[in-house]
């Protein structure tokens, strides 16, 4: 009966959510910049916005956000049932089902995903704090926390990455002062 | 705006949905006591069937039930925008929301909660089975992970409880003991 | 060969083990005030002891402190085996088994544990920035997020309990209402 | 004081550890293989081998074998301090330390690894049950959960690639056929 639906069109429709609900892969990366920039003083948005489209690539980020924004939706034209459209529409403080579909993406990257995570919810930073704001008249119950799980999974996935590319440049350096000591000891 | 939902509306109505979807606490109990009879030969239905009813008075469970029942009877009358209704409607394999929504109550009852319900969610015993059964026309794709997570909830604190009480008694008997042996010494 | 650990054994050496390293009920219970206290004006000191007490009744938690601690004094006296002794020693940045470790028992307490717990690990705040304090020459590296672990979860249990609180109030003062209402009407 | 160790030594440590407590990458591809042939009739033991070592790259994992295998080979040689020497080293039944260790790394590749880790754990398919043997005078506490996770992960991380390769397929598929059709209507 039912159609499997192709990888194609759930990365599509995810990305299609976020920009109908006001959010640009820009928005997110800034977070990004904000979270990792104390530790790398060089950085620039670049890395950041290729970490975001990196962490938008997954699919379970993506059924993620198809959900969350779903159901925001639905509560923001009053089509759930009670007592949930309430809970929804309220963004209701003990409610955690948010946290918890977003969370569940988080855990991909690692702890420190995580406790970015936790960080952003609370600060609400950024475009985080925009889509915080009741007096909209939207509903942003859902999508507030996975941007915040994104913009956790793209610094986590730069730390990670960072590292890497520090670790590869000490090699070049030693492999090439190895070469420099091999040539003088011929030398000499 | 938006009035603050009373916990006993929340609880009613996550009950009612169980109901409604076709899930009484003794289809969760008998789960559970299958769970752990193997490690208590002695066990009758009636701590499991407590032991379900505690766990279901958990604010974080009743959200989640509400949350996954509302989008299966939405995926049912073909109300979720696509590409989402296709993946609910066909509980598309690489689809894991419903087990994330799932997952984030089971971790309140420790790693055993967890392990049980990977397991539960693998050999889909009893209830969760029947609600498996796509031959029927309806949508389960959340209620499924739902139930096996009340139940490995249940089964997670009634191995707890069981160890406090097997060492309340292992205690009373050494007190009990230390008494003779006291009364011996005084009368020896 | 092994015997059954009794359950008193373990909460006894879990206590002992905070206290030996610095670390009493108190100090987490003032994280706790300080995270809750901005959402209930009237919380006094109390009830965050209260809840710190109950949190470390836990046994997920007590085995969590057991092996975190384990893990720092070992470091500590530079006893484990390499690389992990210097991955511990150092607090290695991008080691996460610490925050696993910590996150395992935050589940307890639901999605407001979880940002609770990532808030206080990056904002380090009094007892924990005291610990992270790598001057001493002590190691901390479990410790800190065993901390922030045992106070986000104590702010999570009270934050549930005051709502219940809350609805117990509002309940007895509708039924008082209702009662003088019945009245009303009898004497009307 | 502490140098920051290359991930390379991490790398390499971690696999020593596993092989030095007799655990190769192809027993843990052989559960990968039981795990996923019943959905993929035409499975071979190749790609299973590759998604072992593509898991065994990440850092989180290898951090984590590092910790469990330490705890393990302390508690072998009776060097931890009670009660957590005895707590470990009988493998105790409400112990979850193990597992939350593993699931860490699990949460990685989303919740089919979750579930598989549930599974495996229960179940204790091939070299899991070999480990799982406490007649052997070792100590396997942390390791067998830290293989399930590492084939849980490897399942997860297939089953999503071989969805991959199945879309690419049928794309290329409907593009040979696009192409047809347009020879045809050319042709026509």
Redesign the interface.
Known sequence: ??????????RK?ALERLAERGVTVQDIAEIVFLMQSPYHPQLTMEPCIASVHAVLEK??IQ??I??GV??DI?AEKG??????Q??I??D??????????A???V??????A??????L???KIGIIRKLDNKASGRVHTFLDDLVASVAANASSRM??RL??EQ?AE?DAKAQAQQTLDNTDEQAG
Chains 1, 2, 3, 4 share one sequence.
């Open positions: 009966m039912s159609k499997q639906v192709h990888s194609r069109e759930v429709a699919r379970e059924h993620a198809l959900v779903e159901l639905l089509l759930l049932s009670e007592p949930l309430s809970i529409a309220s209701e403080g003990l409610f955690g089902c948010d946290e918890t579909l969370i569940g993406s855990f991909g990257y690692g702890s420190i995580v406790t970015t995570f936790g960080h919810d609370k600060q730390a990670h590292r890497d670790e000490m």
